[in-house]
């Protein structure tokens, strides 16, 4: 394995790792707003939650694409 492959590894793992903590933290925030908060404070938190999983699933699938679609020549 050379360096420019453990750096393209150490640097999936670390989106990946991203992604997830994302997606528990909106995950949490979503709960939340939808059980416990009221009014304007449960809305916030719900919108702000969906954008929490959104922009981990964004993560996750560019981490993986790079991972499909590395140029196995160099």
Do not use: F, H, K, P
Request: positive net charge; aromatic residues 2%; proline residues 0%.
């Amino acid at each position: 394995m050379s360096a420019d492959d453990a750096q393209r590894s150490a640097r999936r793992r670390n989106r990946l790792l991203l992604a997830g903590l994302l997606a528990v933290v909106g995950i949490i925030l979503l709960l939340l707003g939808l059980t416990v908060a009221t009014g304007t404070v449960a809305g916030v938190e719900v919108v702000l939650a969906l954008l929490l999983l959104v922009s981990s699933y964004a993560i996750q699938r560019l981490a993986r694409r790079e991972t499909v679609y590395r140029d196995e020549r160099r």
